[in-house]
């Protein structure tokens, strides 16, 4: 994915209410931001270091820029705009770059499919039937391991559920760890955040649903996934 205009950088001076955040740029202009992460943000970021954040261009919007990525206390980089995950799987998928999501004729984004409302973010057709892929955004890590979810998710526990439904029914169903953090080698439950999260992946995978887990190069100009990585 090419970020044109290219991220611009500034210090990130707080994360507040949610969906706000304060930044400092070069020229020591201090603005509010938008915060695009309904999660936590656990161990993502910390007061006063870089950051990088995008323009919209709209002066009609509140908040015209949003915050893309942030500077963990480690070091590492990570990718907190979860609206770009999607993208991002379905740019690795159409360009060979997941190798077990190959061969289908058509993607689609966002279908309604199973007994509790949801929506599957990617539905691959063709070839040999569907595969419905769900894609969670990974940017909590505890040493070089990533951790999902960093908050309880009931609504991730209901993806797992109706991704395990298919696969009983002998659907092609794949959960995908969109890792955008550069110092994740490594995926698994939070078990200790969100417990039930943990066991509802647990019966999914016994149930035959596929775990996937690739890992993102972040920069200014780019955010790409590019190579798997473990999922545990």
């Known amino acids: 994915m090419k970020l044109n205009p290219p991220l611009q950088r500034a210090n990130l001076l707080r994360r507040y209410k949610r969906f706000l955040a304060d930044i400092e740029t070069p020229e020591g202009e201090i603005f509010t931001i938008h915060c695009p992460n309904t999660g936590s943000m656990k161990n993502c970021w910390a007061e006063n ?3 990088w954040y995008s323009d919209s261009g709209n002066p009609k919007r509140k908040y015209r820029h949003t915050l893309e990525v942030t500077t963990t206390p ?4 990570a990718g907190v705009n979860t609206g770009r995950a999607n993208a991002l799987v ?5 360009s060979g770059v997941v190798s077990e999501l190959q061969g289908y004729e058509s993607l689609r984004r966002e279908v309604r499919y199973g007994d509790e409302n949801s929506r599957i973010d990617l539905l691959l ?3 040999d039937g569907d595969c419905y892929v769900e894609v969670k955004n990974v940017t909590l890590a505890e040493g070089n391991r ?14 797992l559920r109706e991704l395990q439904k298919l696969a009983e029914n002998g659907v092609r169903a794949v959960l995908f760890y969109c890792v955008q ?19 509802a992946l647990d019966a999914a995978v016994a149930a035959g649903v596929e775990v996937l887990a690739y890992r993102a190069r972040i920069n200014a100009v780019e955010i790409a996934l590019y190579e798997a990585i473990p999922f545990r």
């Open 125 to 127: 057709s063709g070839g």
């Open 146 to 159: 990533g951790l999902f979810p960093d908050a309880v998710s009931s609504r991730g526990a209901k993806h």
């Open 74 to 77: 480690e070091g590492a980089l």
């Open 90 to 94: 379905e740019e690795a998928i159409t």
């Open 49 to 51: 270091t870089p950051c």
């Open 181 to 199: 953090h550069t110092g994740i080698e490594t995926v698994q439950a939070a078990r200790e955040i969100d417990p039930a999260y943990a066991e």
